[in-house]
């Protein structure tokens, strides 16, 4: 209890005292006017009241500097935006949707408040996510030593979410400039918090954790709120490490206009919240020691009423977002090859490895942009560069800001790059999203939320982000070491998806996904990694753009379409073909899922009649199913036989190599079905 | 003894009870004020040379509003030569990470102001996990649970009124 506190009733100026009254009382206007749009079908239909939070929430927005800080309130966080700077207008416009929302013309889902332009981050509604982005950015903060702090704000019983604790973990061990608020209210929707964990309060949880402080201060309370986060922001300056700042609120309404909040909570305790107000106890306070007049503060509020009708005409006559613009967005232009338009080159030399493409890519891409950084579990070490090496003599030369280990922890390998990404456009990153692909789960809720960020941002941020994975078996590894996971990944908006199948590339792809805007998920074949079948010459500016597969064979009987670890097999296969039956195949090597090269497979078809289509992944519900649905929708009147697939079985991957050769296809399965569909 | 006021939220139920129950305990000759903090001046309080401060804890170890409201005054007065007892409320089920913690923080700032703290009794017989009000072995006034120990309450207070006459001015 130090009188050394910079803000008090009796000390703060009055222009002060005044600006946040003004704030407070604006935001509950609001805040008590959201359900009426949704009353009348307006609109509005998530708002997530936040009353009871308005001194921590108005000293977040208030202790946040947008021109050195990054924000990440999260969906109960409109008077945090206000306070911040955004507009009543503004407020609305999300709120109801509009196409002028700065969050993101209303793609995203209301009372989710973002304003872009001054790094008040789109954030996701999986609560507490975006706790991992703040991270990052943090990471960004400290490696490019500019001045000022990453807030990431979110509910006490968000914290009970895994990536959560990843988060605080990694901004403990990375000593970041993060300020993680915890705004403590005591339910998570109708569940109480004791239900999350057994400390009453989930910061005291994190005591044991080095380079971290913890603050705990009653966020009812405007003049506690403020000194707790101004002491907080001191501490981050001053020591370089994160501080926690626990906020004690009062939920006064229920969760979100979805939930009714009288089944869970008796009326003892309704009046008893009420008590708590914050904005009521700051009037009195203010009454009280004489700050200000009854007359003054009446007149402020009356103010603020004008200004929400003046803002609630505005709302009304701002346009909605056009059914057209839905594909607007959805993943940014690609860098387009300038030399190598088709992907394709004549280059002579000595054929590489295809490990070693990949090892001379990155490395000449990390000369050629400074701004390049690469992650992952093993990847740092001087000797080894990663689980197979792919790093190899990268932290040598271009040292450990830029070439770093990752904890095994997959979400917040792939959360933190996101988070990074958000420092500025030039950043790109190439992380290695798990060991292998089999191992890359975790993180699948960071990826979804990636894939999102463009499209409901309306393109104002874009993740520069390539996920590396060491994919696919035929090397006896059983069921955790023989995932290949393009099935599952192929169904997001706004990822590209590559798969090469030789050194050249392999070069090619690499190159072009870290010279894009947005994010590439690049599958790497690892059984390919050392073996001659896939080494070639690279030329070494090779490039190859997305959507433009390659044809490795030609012919006019057949079609293989494959990608991957099966283009080898479908070229033994095709040559087997030749020689023994005389059939003329034609091997498409698709090189990109996603953008995928339709024109060149629909030539193909049109060409010979009859397509097989080959890839590692299960033929249940795999790519080949996409391709095939394609096919027989836009060149039926070509085909002369059905569209067949070759693939594995439907089981998983068994260890033993009699197992592994029963699932998985080889040359002989996709000669028997070429050679059956040849006769058909 | 000198000037003694009894200082609480007149619109609390249970702090209420136990400050008048306390009044009771001094006998009918003793002049024994009862202040309602929500109302009551800087000048009325300071006029006092012992006081009894009773509170509850709210939330996770926070003053009650009416307390805290009243705050910035304390900490612009001078209670030097003042002997301050305080009571508090708590639930030491309930809520045994915070029990007290209302009375260890108004007494924190009591003594910051310059007041001798009186009145101290024992931790033994209560069981709760951490408390704002606890030094060594001894609470810094008087614990009143009404959840768990209600029963206990009458023969506290009457022990603690009995301590107070010998301690206060």
């Known amino acids: ?680 | 003894m000198q000037k003694t006021a009894i200082v609480y939220s007149f619109n609390t139920q249970k702090t209420g009870k136990i400050a008048k129950r306390i009044k009771e305990a001094f006998g009918k000759d003793a002049d024994v004020k009862l202040l309602n903090i929500e109302e009551v001046t800087p000048e009325e309080f300071l006029q006092y040379d012992n006081l009894i401060c009773g509170t509850a804890t709210w939330f996770d170890g926070e003053l009650p509003n009416h307390w805290d409201e009243f705050i910035p005054e304390l900490e612009d007065m001078d209670l030097k030569g003042k002997r301050v007892a305080l009571f508090g409320l708590g639930d030491q089920k309930g809520y045994p990470e915070n029990f007290l913690d209302g009375m260890g923080i108004l007494g924190e700032i009591l003594e910051a102001q310059g007041a001798r703290l009186v009145g101290f009794t024992s931790t033994e017989g209560y069981s709760y996990e951490s408390s704002r009000a606890e030094r060594g072995d001894q609470f810094i006034g008087l614990g009143i649970d009404f959840e768990t120990q209600g029963s206990k309450n009458k023969d506290r207070v009457n022990g603690w009124v009995e301590k107070l006459k010998l301690e206060f001015k």
């Not at chain 1, 009796?10 to 009353?39: C, I, Q, S, V």
């Not at chain 1, 939070?53 to 966080?77: C, S, W």
């Not at chain 1, 070439?403 to 420092?423: C, K, L, Q, Y």
């Open chain 1, 1 to 680: 209890m130090s009188k050394e506190r910079k803000y008090g009733i009796k000390t703060t100026d009055k222009e002060t005292l005044e600006h946040w009254f003004r704030l407070m009382t604006l935001g509950r206007l609001l805040d008590d006017r959201a359900p009426n749009y949704l009353k009348q079908a307006i609109g509005w239909s998530y708002h997530a009241p936040y009353a009871g939070h308005d001194g921590i929430q108005l000293a977040i927005g208030q202790v946040f500097n947008r021109e050195t800080d990054h924000l990440f309130p999260y969906y109960r966080d409109m008077l945090t935006a206000i306070s911040a700077g955004l507009t009543a207008e503004e407020i609305i416009y999300n709120g109801i949707s509009k196409d002028v929302d700065v969050a993101g013309g209303g793609r995203h889902m209301s009372n989710h408040f973002a304003k872009p332009e001054w790094n008040v981050h789109n954030v996701s509604s999986s609560t507490g996510n975006h706790s991992l982005h703040a991270v990052g950015v943090g990471r960004a903060m400290k490696k490019y030593k500019t001045p000022g702090i990453s807030i990431c704000s979110q509910g006490e019983s968000s914290v009970s979410e895994g990536y959560v604790y990843e988060a605080i973990n990694g901004a403990s061990n990375e000593k970041l400039p993060v300020l993680f608020v915890i705004q403590d209210n005591g339910y998570g929707i109708s569940v109480p918090k004791k239900d999350q964990t057994a400390r009453r309060k989930v910061a005291d949880n994190f005591s044991g954790f080095k380079n971290l402080k913890i603050i705990h201060c009653n966020g009812k309370d405007v003049f506690d709120s403020m000194n707790a986060l101004v002491e907080a922001r001191q501490h981050i300056e001053e020591h370089e490490e994160p501080v926690i700042v626990q906020a004690n609120c009062v939920r006064i309404h229920s969760h979100s206009n979805s939930d009714a909040h009288d089944l869970y909570r008796d009326d003892y305790e309704l009046n008893y919240v009420k008590q708590y107000d914050p904005l009521a106890k700051y009037r009195r306070l203010l009454l009280r020691y004489q700050r200000f007049t009854d007359e003054e503060l009446t007149a402020i509020e009356d103010e603020m009423k004008e200004v929400v009708k003046k803002a609630h005409k505005a709302g009304m006559a701002a346009p909605d977002p056009s059914p057209e613009s839905i594909h607007d967005f959805v993943i940014p232009e690609p860098y387009v090859p300038e030399k190598y338009t088709d992907g394709i080159h004549q280059h002579d030399g000595t054929p590489i490895k295809l490990i070693q493409a990949l090892n001379e890519t990155l490395k000449a891409e990390f000369r050629h942009n400074p701004d390049t950084f690469i992650w992952g579990q093993d990847v740092a070490h001087k000797e080894k560069g990663g689980v197979f090496n792919v790093t190899k003599g990268m932290q040598k030369e271009f040292g450990k800001e830029r070439v770093f280990n990752a904890p095994i922890a997959e979400d917040f390998i792939v959360g933190t790059a996101n988070g990074m990404s958000r420092f500025n456009d030039k950043v790109r990153i190439v992380a290695e999203g798990a060991e292998f692909a089999d191992y890359f789960w975790p993180a699948m809720e960071a990826f979804v939320e990636t894939t999102h960020e463009y499209w409901r941002s309306k393109g104002q941020y874009s993740p520069n982000v390539t996920i590396r994975l060491a994919s696919g078996g035929y090397i006896g590894g059983g069921l955790y070491h023989s995932q290949t996971i393009e099935g599952a990944i192929t169904t997001f908006p706004g990822v590209r998806v590559v798969y090469p199948s030789f050194a050249d590339d392999a070069a090619g792809l690499l190159r072009t996904c870290m010279r894009s805007r947005g994010l590439n998920f690049y599958m790497e074949p690892k059984a390919l990694y050392n073996s001659p079948k896939a080494a070639t010459p690279v030329p070494d500016d090779f490039e190859v753009p997305f959507g433009k597969a390659r044809i490795r064979r030609e012919g006019e009987d057949l079609s293989m379409i494959t990608y991957g670890n099966t283009s080898h097999m479908c070229l033994e296969a095709a040559h087997k073909l030749y020689e023994e039956d005389g059939a003329s195949v034609e091997v498409i090597d698709l090189r990109s899922l996603i953008p995928l090269d339709k024109e060149t497979i629909l030539a193909s078809v049109k060409k010979t009649g009859k397509v097989l289509i080959v890839h590692e992944d299960k033929v249940f519900s795999g790519f080949g199913a996409e391709l095939a649905a394609q096919i027989t929708d836009e060149a039926f009147e070509y085909l002369d036989g059905p569209v067949k697939r070759v693939g594995s079985t439907f089981t998983p991957v068994g260890f033993n190599r009699i197992l592994e050769a029963a699932i998985l296809p080889n040359t002989e399965k996709i000669l028997t079905a070429a050679r059956d569909l040849l006769q058909y």
